[in-house]
């Protein structure tokens, strides 16, 4: 009974107040006398059904209507079918087939406490099929949907998933049953749902991707927000499109039906957007920075976790009809864009950005009064928002620099030692062609100095980073090597998965973190005559020796450091000690 009390006061007394709405979208809701009504509107919006009840209703509709056919992707740790379902107004279900027409792919779930996706989903193909109010929706374009993609995660549910948010009643967590975040795992692909996710998405190849949330944060007037990496990352025609052709009409339509729509919103101050918010090319760990990678049009969408289920519900229907209107009406053009960039072999890989030096430029900001109060629980600021719109000018800092980059290699050479390397090359889709017979070839390596392990772990793994110091060695891979070519549509994610000075590489992943250890030794009785014929033999090393002395105070108190000093310095040390094992074929 308490947690019920606890679970009531979150949603009334602490959240901000609630402003009202009252949308056009609304329209959009049958009764709950419809044959044909889901399991959430039969609440009026305010709940969410279950795993077994939400597929319940997708068996029971897929049946009544031909259009459609489930599809299961795989099975989560726990068992369950992570379903997909295609809509196709030509009955055809094969990849192949589907992409006779643009297709657009929609996700829900990826973090199960932000569930919206999937009761608008399932709004949205009854109303294309069985219903047929937005039958011509699939006209022109194919539609795939996975109504829930972290289905473990769903299933944890509680009246306490989600303080900052107003609704469902009950939910489900943001993690899998590991405790992975799918929305980190594009790159490294841990989990069995993001395996399943990536075959799909290598399967059927959407022109669009979505990926549907619900955000946290401060207190704002939009209640629907969606964006996409810019130009000036890996996939600027792509970018361009969604600019121009895509934002635009799916913006006008949103507010048509009295949302309120605006860009994704991250602060760089906590709860006061006054101070400005930031903007920057995502990781390709997140889906649309993967997606960025991939050169395929991936959209974010974050609906604002203050507003109401029922609101939220609704205005991701409308940014779902309008999507696939705005791919009908415009697919063909990013199919070309598409393939230029696709096509194009950018010599410069960034792997970060930076915020450009000069005047920070601003933007109109529809915000919410918030009065800044002194806490005596914290001791800090905390901000009260009084539910009063207000429209602000405030800086929008735009990361739109490259910081770092790589110059991209006309090749990898990956050695057959390291299969699990291979594998993930080929969950990605990434080609590859396999040598039978060994081969020497004349590659730059990577020498990897001065690594340095994070602290604490993330998402399953303890980050590394080194810095890479370049050699031109002739190399000999085994039978079983695989050459990875850059110049093709895949090349990109290449890049950033094998080079180690990439955020998302594998060995920023922890994957090749044997190479860190050098494994042959040398006795002090062995090493001190030796180093001591060094020193005489060679004036330079004394002389080296000897400034490294004066100018180090650990060295110089360490006869374990000094000793090794020399060792490194002998060809009894391992000549391959953290020599990265994939070579760049340079151009």
Do not use: C
């Amino acid at each position: 009974m308490r947690a019920l009390v606890l679970a009531l006061l979150f949603q009334t007394a602490i959240l901000p107040p609630l402003p009202r709405w009252d949308g056009a979208s609304r329209q959009l809701m049958v009764p709950a006398s419809d044959p044909w009504v889901t399991p959430s509107e039969q609440s009026s919006l305010r709940e969410t059904p279950a795993y077994d009840e939400t597929v319940a209703y997708l068996r029971r509709l897929v049946a009544a209507a031909p259009q459609l056919r489930m599809v299961s992707l795989g099975k989560s740790p726990e068992g369950r079918d992570i379903w997909m379902v295609i809509a196709s107004k030509e009955r055809v279900f094969t990849a192949e087939a589907l992409k006779r027409k643009p297709i657009l792919f929609a996700q829900g779930g990826i973090h199960a406490g932000e569930i919206d996706g999937k009761d608008a989903g399932l709004m949205l193909l009854r109303d294309m099929t069985v219903r047929g109010t937005k039958k011509e929706l699939l006209d022109s374009v194919n539609f795939l949907f996975v109504p829930i993609f972290n289905v473990d995660g769903h299933e944890r549910t509680s009246r306490f998933s989600r303080p900052n948010q107003r609704g469902p009643e009950v939910s489900g967590w943001r993690t899998t049953a590991q405790n992975y975040n799918l929305n980190r795992d594009y790159m490294k692909g841990d989990t069995a749902e993001m395996q399943a996710m990536l075959r799909a998405l290598r399967t059927y190849d959407p022109d669009l991707y979505l990926d549907l949330h619900v955000t946290d944060g401060a207190d704002y007037q939009y209640d629907i927000t969606f964006g996409f990496n810019g130009e000036g990352a890996h996939s600027p025609s792509i970018a361009s499109w969604l600019k121009t052709a895509y934002r635009p009409a799916v913006t006008n339509g949103l507010q048509q039906m009295g949302h309120i729509p605006g860009p994704l919103i991250f602060g760089i101050a906590g709860d006061d957007v006054s101070r400005g918010i930031a903007d920057s090319p995502s990781q390709p760990r997140l889906s649309h920075g993967y997606g960025d990678a991939r050169h395929m049009a991936a959209v974010l969408l974050e609906n604002h976790s203050l507003k109401p289920y029922d609101q939220r519900v609704l205005g991701t229907y409308v940014f779902l009809e309008q999507s696939l209107r705005a791919l009908a009406a415009n697919g063909d053009a990013l199919r070309r864009a598409t393939s230029e960039d696709r096509s194009r072999q950018a010599t410069q890989v960034t792997s970060t950005w930076k915020r450009p030096e000069g005047p920070t430029p601003t933007m109109e900001f529809l915000g919410i009064e918030a009065k800044p109060q002194l806490s005596g629980v914290s001791g800090d600021i905390r901000w009260e928002y009084t539910g009063r719109p207000v429209t602000l000018r405030i800086p929008y800092f735009m990361s739109t620099q490259p910081a770092t980059s790589v110059t991209r290699p006309a090749a990898y050479w990956v050695p057959a030692s390291w299969p699990d390397v291979i594998a993930k090359l080929d969950l990605h889709g990434i080609r590859y062609e396999r040598i039978a017979a060994p081969r020497e070839v004349d590659v730059e390596m990577l020498r990897l100095t001065e690594p340095k392990f994070d602290t604490q772990q993330f998402e399953g793994h303890v980050r590394v980073s080194a810095t890479p110091v370049a050699e031109r060695r002739r190399e000999r891979f085994p039978a079983g090597s695989v050459r990875v070519p850059t110049d093709q549509p895949l090349g990109t994610v290449a890049v950033l998965l094998l080079e180690p000075a990439s955020p998302d590489s594998l060995f920023q992943w922890g994957f090749l973190n044997a190479i860190l250890s050098p494994t042959e030794y040398i006795e002090p009785y062995a090493i001190e005559p030796m180093a001591a014929k060094m020193l005489a033999d060679d004036p330079k090393l004394a002389e080296e020796f000897r400034q490294k002395l004066a100018s180090d105070e650990a060295f110089r108190s360490s006869a374990t450091a000094r000793l090794r000093w020399f060792y490194e310095k002998t060809p009894y040390f391992d000549q391959r000690a953290r020599l990265y094992p994939v070579g760049r074929e340079v151009r």
